[in-house]
């Protein structure tokens, strides 16, 4: 740690501290509350949040809006790098994260141990929610799983799409939903729900969340730094508690 505190002490030109301009998906907020002072009390840089839906995220880019760092599936950042949007280094994987299945703190847990308990789950469930299939990565492998299953008509009457970062899991704990899926790591700070578990292993998306510095970034120096605190070994309590596992 000692050389990465070393090495960000300066910004690109050596004078002064940078201040780091970050656009990120929210599966990773809970771990980048904890790490972001800790990064900006060792190093003298400044980092600034922007939290999007994945989608939003592509919008912005493609639109020209340059931040200093990304935070997205590593699908995603391989394809703006091939793209010759972002650089190919530095970049750096953050861990993995699951789907979970929510409900309201002190309701009863459905069964979700295998894929046709999962199934029986929802088709009783009198609501329930999960992100939009055309913003994020869980939202869009959610919408498959319930066609696979065969039950994507019966849910219409009672399927709410809310992402996470618009106040989905919200509609939990105000009782404006009964089940409640998404990523562990979005719902496992949340006060007022209730983990029932993770998707079945054959339901399950695990979703590999990566850092990239997009080419025109006005401090990629900093932004590396950055990512290298992040991903130092150090650090895994911190992502895992956060409900990132090791990609």
Not at 106 to 124: C, V
Not at 174 to 189: D, H, M, T
Request: charged residues 15%.
């Amino acid at each position: 740690m000692d050389a990465i505190v070393a090495g960000i002490k300066h910004n690109e030109t050596g004078a002064g501290m940078a201040d780091i301009n970050v656009l990120s998906g929210g599966a990773p907020k809970e771990a980048l509350l904890v790490l972001t002072p800790q990064f900006e009390a060792q190093s003298g840089h400044r980092v600034k949040y922007t939290y999007a839906v994945i989608s939003e995220i592509q919008k912005k880019l493609a639109a020209g809006e340059t931040p200093d760092l990304a935070f997205m599936p590593v699908g995603a950042i391989d394809a703006l790098v091939k793209a010759g949007t972002f650089k190919a280094t530095p970049r750096g994987t953050l861990g993995s994260v699951g789907i979970g299945v929510i409900v309201r703190e002190g309701a009863p847990h459905p069964d979700i141990a295998t894929p046709e308990a999962f199934r029986n789950a929802l088709l009783k469930a009198r609501s329930v929610v999960h992100a939009n299939p055309g913003a994020t990565p869980s939202g869009a492998h959610l919408a498959k799983v319930t066609r696979e299953l065969g039950i994507d008509a019966a849910l219409k009457g009672k399927l709410t799409y809310s992402n996470a970062l618009d106040g989905g899991v919200q509609k939990i704990t105000a009782g404006e939903a009964e089940i409640g899926i998404y990523p562990l790591s979005e719902v496992i700070a949340v006060k007022g729900i209730s983990l029932v578990g993770l998707l079945p292993t054959a339901l399950q998306s695990l979703i590999v969340y990566g850092a990239g510095v997009p080419t025109a970034s006005a401090a990629p120096a900093a932004a590396g730094a950055f990512i290298a605190f992040l991903t130092d070994p150090a650090h895994r309590a911190t992502w895992k508690h956060a409900g990132f596992e090791p990609a």
